[in-house]
């Protein structure tokens, strides 16, 4: 213990560390999230340097607007995800626990979307092992929807336990599932 009874291993003696919304350890679960993302997107360019033609003729296939659509859906989720900080901040815990239900229900409403999608590659008889393409397409896009689920049911026990760092901690998941859709949509979707 140091002088001041504090143990020095708190948070809040951290610096700027401990300045940081929410909890340390879901910033930690955050940063990883984004390397095996950023090395999965990494691996997509790659790969598609290899056949850029193949990649191009698959992804023409994608649906843009459905994509386009969950990029709205998941931004305007995390502008709802804000507004419930902001309102826990100001102790407004009803509004809060609106605003992440809110959030937490356009979360749903990306699923349904995306279950669309897949359904309509499934009748096409597009898989998973029909092209690399589809495989990284498959794979990352179906990890990020697994970390949608995982956001609202974290969304839906804060609105329930909804103290400002739960909050904050929860919100930051979803602000990192919401920007790894952002960096997904145009490099699955657009990039040519």
Known sequence: MSDTGER????????????????????VLIVSEFLVFGAALLA??????????GFSADQAMLDRTAGALNTIVLVTSGLFA???????????RT??????????????????????????KADLGIGIETSPFYTFYYLTTG??????????????L?????????????????????????????IIYLLR
Not at 8 to 27: A, S
């Open 95 to 120: 509004r809060a626990r609106r605003w992440l239900l809110a959030a937490g229900s356009l979360g749903i409403i990306f699923l349904i979307v995306k279950s669309f999608e897949y359904g309509h």
């Open 44 to 53: 997509f360019l790659a790969v598609r340097a290899t056949d850029p033609a």
């Open 143 to 156: 990890f990020h929807a697994l970390h949608v689920v995982a956001g609202i049911i974290i969304l839906g």
């Open 8 to 27: 020095p291993w708190r948070q809040d003696n951290w610096g700027v560390f401990g300045e940081l919304p929410g909890d340390l350890m879901m910033w």
């Open 158 to 186: 804060v609105a329930w336990a909804d103290s400002v760092r739960n909050v904050e901690a929860a919100v930051a998941f979803w602000h990192m599932v919401d920007f790894i859709w952002v960096l997904l949509f145009p």
């Open 82 to 92: 804000a507004l419930a900080v902001v309102c826990r901040e100001r102790e407004q």
